[in-house]
């Protein structure tokens, strides 16, 4: 029987950096009774974005921070979007350069990730925030 | 009672930079009659790009199409696909650096954006080119 | 008549590079029996990518590779996740600017690609890998 479901998780950041929420969607999935489906993750907003990557190593999103934070340096003086602070408009960019929505196949009530794959929320904006991710769930 | 459309959007670009199509999606999935869904935008092109982003301030897509256009210089004289022109190449790799698809939860009849996103069809070619988005919207 | 399906399709890589895999997922979307729907893709890896780009000229693939090559440099004396070898934090870092996950509409019983567009997985580590595509059908 073809079921689905829309909620929403909401992320209160401690700035930026990585923060994980693959067990906040694995409960979503478990609550939505749905076995065999879909489940897509959008993020509400434009400088934060949503990221699939390793969980293991806490090196690798070490890594991963630095190499942006180099590839996009906060206060860049060509940018002209400036009003909201050094880090603004890195934060958009960062997140055109990533992704605010993700979908994940859902197989025997469960998320269908691989081993080393862990779901996180990326925040670029240094000071923290409120994130509002709509979850949706359809299959059966 | 579960239903589904595919439709196209089709964008006449004015050459390199931002057009958007928030109002085009919105409408598709008014028409769709889908209260509770999914909305999968797919763009059917190699050398431009869908991309979410901030809708207020213009200057974001001046600063993000400044970055894209010194992090992949038109005419980098290691490219060996040239037969097209200087910013042919340039454009393949900005296309894989962002994405060519985008799936938005539907709730309320609407698309679930946060306030300050838009949706943009970023074309990555100098010239005009005629852009065409399958439109996928399922739910109930 | 709503159905869904989920399988896998398993790459066999011959180490860093492109492997095209459209023709598979098209049997996928064939043998679903799917008409109007949607297909989504996702690598259950951390250090290999989805890609949908050029498939006329492999100069584009070339000119890619190279351009991330320059891009992320193996080795990078920044790294800290370096114990797998110079590769594998590049690996992690290409994979976070590309993507894991694509969905594309069925139309006609056939993905709605574009006419140059193919379906790569790209292999970002140096030596030869097993790679897990699990793919999800959904529609009528």
Do not use: K
Not at 46 to 63: C, H, K
Not at 99 to 120: E, M
Request: aromatic share 6%.
């Amino acid at each position: 029987m073809f079921r689905q479901s829309l909620t929403e998780i909401v992320v209160a950041t401690r700035g930026r950096g990585f923060h994980e929420v693959t067990a906040q969607v694995a409960m979503s999935v478990s609550d939505s009774g749905v076995t065999t489906g879909l489940c897509t993750l959008f993020l509400r907003h434009t400088s934060a974005s949503l990221l699939i990557q390793e969980n293991a190593d806490p090196d690798v999103r070490t890594d991963l921070e630095d190499f942006f934070a180099r590839l996009v340096p906060d206060g860049d003086p060509r940018f002209i979007h400036t009003a909201e602070g050094d880090d603004d408009m890195a934060a958009h960019i960062r997140t055109s350069l990533t992704s605010v929505n993700l979908s994940i196949p859902i197989g025997d009530g469960a998320l269908a990730l691989g081993t080393w794959q862990g779901i996180y929320l990326w925040e670029h904006r240094i000071r923290p925030h409120r994130r509002r991710i709509a979850v949706h769930i359809a299959g059966a």
